[in-house]
């Protein structure tokens, strides 16, 4: 049986797809046999992340709909093993993810895979509840102000709410906070919220923090992961997110970028 | 307040019994005289007409003078019928008077302590005056409802009955609703609604008081209203006459 993780977050541009395509990237290089799926029909942006784009023929809806098997729609990464992508559609709309549909989908795959990364889009309409209502676990992507965290606390109380685990009154979905796009300068200049902040509104484990780099525009503009980029700070933080993820216990890094060698032999150990 | 004091049965049993606490207002009798009482009942009724409406009513004898064997149950049962008010049955009195009141199809009830005078439902808008009674003594039923997760942001608490009590923070855009007081161990950021069926002694306390809008008996108060006093500080919000003020607590 497969571990499905949403990726989530209610509010848009806050780096849902960025932080799927790396934590399933990271997933599948720690030996886990991960697919990553798009939800996002109709804007489908994952397959440039993964930069498979040029190979989508069959894509979720076509296997929802019966009009393509799985193993046509996923398309295996060229540069990590064990990773797929299953692109979401950019023709149709988002009720063509129907919830036995979804769940048809997810179980066919639960079989095979270790790890299913569902990469939700941007709200709290249908594709985002599709996207979410299967999830084992949640990873809610949060930028460090307020209208974010705003969003982040609304899709908590969905996941409480409304996902399967809920409704059939399991476990709850194990949550995680990742902090994107962090800028200590800003921190310190009272233009973002610091981790604390974010921490006293949402109050749930965090799996880490991204700070805000170029790296992360320059892998997407490329189609790399940025976890993929394993010189560059936002790269060692996904994967110190994915380390998290996985059980290990990893100090935060990356906080403050001037005192970053310091705050490593304090911490880092 | 008394929560279950006896269950009968099981699940399937047609009913269960509940103990439960009534505020009902009592007719203090001094003395019986059938004319005095009646005139005396048409004046109160006169003042107060919604009020006196099918209301329920004890008979109370701990402040009666004469000879309680003399007193003819029978009138003064059906003086008080004829005016459209249900009399229940009787506290006070001894073993006598409960002989008499199982006569007169009455239920009996042990003497009382002195209950304080009802305020004179003239006064008042009647029909608000017998609430008021009501709420005044009549403190929520039941334990209420614990909460324990955070509430967040669209979601919505209601505690329909009693009290809440919230042990993590309540988000901005959450809302948390309550008969009775509402409690929250953590800071309170969305809109809390205490007395919401118009118990003016419901009360909202909080460890941070950051709300969006907070309200006790249908009065309400919006953020802007609350940053001069309290804000961001542990606090109870409470209704004094017709407004709601803000006190810190543990200070």
Redesign the interface.
């Known amino acids: 049986m497969a571990r499905i993780i949403v990726v989530t977050s209610g509010k848009g541009g806050v780096g849902k797809t960025t932080t799927s395509a790396s934590i399933s990237t990271g997933l599948a290089q720690k030996g886990y046999k991960t697919a990553v799926i798009d939800f996002d029909v109709g804007l489908r942006n994952l397959d440039l992340i993964m930069n498979c784009e040029r190979r989508v023929v069959y894509d979720f809806v076509n296997v929802i709909q019966g009009e393509a098997t799985l193993n046509q729609a996923l398309i295996r990464d060229k540069r990590v093993d064990n990773l797929y992508i299953l692109p979401a559609s950019q023709t149709r709309d988002k009720e063509a993810l129907t919830h036995e549909g979804v769940e048809k989908v997810l179980n066919e795959m639960s079989e095979t895979f270790d790890y299913l990364v569902c990469d939700s889009p941007a709200g709290i309409e249908h594709g985002a509840l599709m996207s979410l209502y299967f999830a084992d676990e949640a990873i809610v992507v949060t930028n460090p102000e307020v209208s974010s965290v705003r969003d982040s606390d609304r899709i908590l109380g969905i996941l409480q709410s409304k996902s399967r685990r809920a409704e059939r009154g399991d476990d709850p979905v194990k949550e995680h906070l990742l902090l994107t796009r962090y800028n200590h300068e800003r921190v310190e200049r009272g233009e973002m919220l610091s981790i604390e902040d974010v921490n006293d509104i949402l109050s749930i484990p965090l799996l880490g923090v991204i700070p805000e780099s170029q790296a992360v525009l320059n892998a997407s503009n490329q189609g790399a992961p940025v976890i993929l980029d394993e010189d560059t700070e936002a790269g060692q933080a996904y994967e110190d997110a994915v380390a998290r993820l996985l059980g290990e216990e990893r100090e935060l890094r990356f906080l403050d970028p001037q005192k970053k060698g310091f705050l490593k032999r304090m911490f880092g150990g | 307040m008394t929560e279950s004091a006896a269950m009968a049965g099981t699940r399937d049993a047609c009913f269960e019994f509940r103990g439960a606490t009534q505020t009902l207002t009592v007719l203090e009798l001094r003395y019986f005289d059938m004319e005095m009482f009646e005139k005396n009942l048409r004046d109160k009724i006169r003042q107060a007409p919604n009020f006196f409406r099918d209301l329920p009513l004890v008979i109370g004898l701990d402040q009666y003078e004469g000879n309680l064997a003399d007193l003819d149950f029978f009138q003064l049962i059906g003086c008080c019928r004829t005016h459209s008010i249900q009399v229940l049955g009787v506290r006070g009195g001894d073993e006598d008077v409960r002989r008499l009141a199982r006569n007169a199809s009455l239920a009996w009830l042990p003497a009382g302590r002195a209950g304080h005078p009802l305020p004179d439902p003239a006064e008042g808008d009647t029909a608000e005056a017998a609430t008021e009674a009501h709420a005044d003594s009549d403190a929520a039923p039941g334990a209420g409802k614990v909460v324990t997760?955070?509430?967040?942001?669209?979601?919505q608490v209601y505690a329909p009955e009693g009290d809440l009590i919230i042990m993590?923070?309540v988000?901005?855009?959450?809302e948390v609703l309550a008969a009775g007081h509402i409690h929250i161990y953590g800071?309170l950021?969305g809109r809390a609604l205490a007395g919401v069926h118009g118990d003016s002694n419901a009360s909202i306390f909080c460890q941070s008081l950051e709300a969006e809008l907070v309200s006790v008996a249908g009065h309400y108060k919006i953020s802007e209203d609350l940053q001069d006093s309290g804000w961001r500080e542990p606090a109870r919000v409470r209704l004094n006459g017709d407004a709601l003020v803000v006190d810190p607590l543990g200070r």
């Open positions: 997760q955070p509430v967040r942001s669209g979601q993590a923070p988000g901005a855009g959450a800071p950021r």
